[in-house]
């Protein structure tokens, strides 16, 4: 590989890092900060994937026509496609929190699996709403005229990044303030929290509502970067399993952390394909996907085990009114 | 739609087979054990390379029983299978559980690295023997007709036999031996059970022995039933919980009611819907229970 190509696969594998460095934070949203079990996080992901490629292209004619179906197609422009895909990934966190959050925390994981599943089905099953398992393609880039074409993903790692710092400031602000506060507090005991006179449902409704907004505006920036989705994108060990590794490796309760841990494991991930598809014997080189769903588990497992506070660790300073 | 609601009593007691072992644990050990389907998967790959790819090339003979598709020596192997997935199980709870309840974490990282262990699991199970489908025997069977215009095939009466036959020895066990009313005990609180002289960590690895062996059983049992896919115990994680959540977290009796419910659910419901659409049947299930009950049918806790 020579200089420029190594450069341009840093490029693609900083795109996807910041985007999981998305999902990361809306994640800890929910997780870090608030305690809340979301093991669904794919299913946020398709939605927004799929809501703003539905609002974002053009519904197909002529002989397309035959071949893609889709439910919508209204062509508007990108902002408006991420934008549909914030609203109605959040929405869906609504309609799962609602039933579940009063209850067991770990029934608010339990529905979170059923809701990625059932959302992978209908896009899978339904091929009047997206096209089904062949899913939608040419899903327009933003601003593609502005550069060549060779030199696209530079400006599209821009708008990543731009994305990733705006989240990150975002959750910041709201964290070290007092809602932010409750939040914590109700992590920590949710009893004590409600004996302060905190609503703990709806502190936790809106944390829930907002991390799946902002895993909705991950699904749509993937979206427009791999300009084709199908439900295959979609499973749980791609949506929602690594997001959780990336989470607990950088830190959860940490932004910091979030988003390192999303490059980093990122960077595994995609790294080890090398290791997988050269080192290994031919027996297991076929299989080598495998071997490193395997490598995350076990990298779960070992963080769980031997450093649950991650590599940054939690901040536990929490306003700045505060002595450290 | 009689065969439907037949056919959903066969998967409703694999699901219960599962279930029960998954709402052992949920009582006892309290936390959401989401590597139980791949449990399952484990017990349903481990009778395959015993009965379809080990011992015929040992020369150790089938012998068949009945109209049965297999016979004698799938038994053994089913027997086996359930012994390894219990030690399995026993193995990954010294190394992952037990440290995690030294430390006193809460359990949803107990979910958590449940769920972690459900991806090893099912990784491992992809590394040895790839993606694709397999089967426990090839040969077509004719079915029974029955009346009503129900055809079972003799399979699927050893699948109810099997499952009733399990489930009556653990009502016993839990009943009338005393490491039976121990686990019991454990399961309505902990606390008192250990302070009155219970050897709480007996109990917990005789909860994983029982709940690893059960869902052995069920993913045998589905296989013989369809066929063995790595993701096949991810798949029956939804009606598991499902069936757990209907019948009261912790209650042996009401999972049993609940996964034949949510079998003849799922079953019926592939008269209007693609049959692929079960597992979100299940999800549909829960989550009107939980809006109306959101303590089980029978629960109280």
């Not at chain 1, 601003?143 to 530079?154: D, G, K, S, T």
């Not at chain 1, 299989?287 to 536990?316: D, K, S, W």
């Amino acid at each position: 590989m020579d200089v420029s190509g190594l450069f341009s696969y840093v490029v693609s594998l900083a795109i996807m890092g910041g985007i999981y460095a998305i999902f990361a934070l809306g994640l800890n949203v929910q997780w870090g900060y608030t305690g809340l079990f979301n093991i669904g996080i794919a299913g946020f992901f398709a939605i927004g994937a799929y809501t703003s490629a539905l609002i974002t292209t053009p519904l197909p004619e002529g002989v397309y026509a035959t071949y893609v179906q889709q439910l919508v197609g209204l062509d508007l422009p990108f902002p408006v496609g991420v934008l549909g895909a914030v609203v109605v990934s959040g929405i869906v966190g609504l309609i799962v929190g609602l039933p579940t959050l009063r209850l067991r925390e770990d029934y608010l994981a339990i529905a979170t699996i059923g809701i990625a599943e059932a959302i992978r089905l209908i896009f899978n099953n339904e091929s009047w709403l997206a096209n089904g398992p062949r899913g939608l393609a040419g899903l327009p880039q933003p601003l593609r005229a502005w550069v060549e074409p060779q030199h696209y993903n530079y400006l599209y790692l821009i708008i990543v990044l731009l994305t990733v710092a705006v989240v990150y400031w975002a959750i910041e602000r709201g964290i070290r303030s007092p809602w932010g506060r409750v939040l914590r507090a109700i992590r920590e005991d949710e009893v004590a929290a409600a004996m302060h006179g905190k609503d703990v449902f709806a502190f936790k409704l809106q944390a829930l509502v907002l991390g799946s907004a902002i895993m909705g505006l991950g699904g749509a920036l993937y979206a427009h970067y791999v300009g084709a989705i199908s439900p295959d994108a979609f499973t749980p060990l791609f949506g929602t399993f690594l997001v959780w590794v990336m989470l607990m490796l950088g830190g959860s309760g940490n932004n910091k952390g979030a988003i390192l841990g999303a490059f980093l494991v990122w960077g595994i991930w995609t790294g080890s394909t090398f290791v997988t598809d050269q080192a290994l014997p031919p027996f297991f080189a076929a299989r080598a996907p495998y071997v490193r769903f395997l490598l995350i588990g076990l990298i779960l497992e070992a963080i769980i085990l031997l450093r649950p506070q991650g590599i940054i660790g939690e901040e536990r300073r929490v306003s700045k009114l505060l002595e450290e | 739609m009689t065969e439907l609601i037949v056919y959903g009593v066969v998967l409703g007691s694999i699901i219960a087979l599962g279930a029960i072992g998954l709402t052992l644990l949920y009582g006892i050990l309290r936390f959401a054990h989401f590597a139980h389907g791949d449990l399952m998967t484990l017990g349903a790959y481990v009778v395959l390379l015993l009965n379809v790819q080990l011992l015929p090339g040992l020369g150790i003979p089938e012998f068949k029983l009945g109209s049965l598709s297999f016979g004698g020596r799938m038994l053994g192997a089913l027997v086996i299978s359930m012994g390894v997935t219990a030690a399995v199980a026993l193995l990954i709870d010294r190394l992952l559980y037990r440290p995690l309840r030294a430390r006193h974490s809460s359990p949803i990282i107990f979910a958590m690295a449940s769920l972690g262990m459900a991806f090893i699991i099912r990784s491992l199970i992809y590394i040895i023997w790839g993606p694709q489908f397999w089967f426990y025997a090839q040969d077509l069977r004719p079915a029974w007709e029955l009346p009503l215009e129900v055809r079972l095939r003799p399979d699927q009466v050893f699948i109810l036999v099997l499952v009733l036959v399990l489930v009556v020895l653990l009502y016993v066990f839990l009943q009338r031996t005393k490491l039976g009313k121990a686990m019991r005990a454990t399961a309505d609180n902990p606390q008192l059970a250990w302070v009155c002289g219970i050897d709480t960590s007996r109990v917990i690895a005789w909860t994983w022995i029982l709940g690893a062996a059960l869902a052995a059983a069920a993913g045998v049992l589905y296989g013989v039933d369809a066929q063995l896919r790595p993701d096949m115990g991810w798949s029956f994680l939804l009606p598991l919980f499902a069936a757990v959540v209907l019948g009261g977290i912790g209650s042996p009796l009401g999972a049993l009611v609940g996964g034949l419910i949510l079998g003849v659910v799922q079953q019926v419901s592939t008269a209007f819907l693609l049959p692929t659409y079960k597992p979100a049947v299940a999800f549909l299930v829960l989550i009107l229970l939980l809006f109306i009950r959101p303590r089980g049918l029978f629960g109280s806790a």
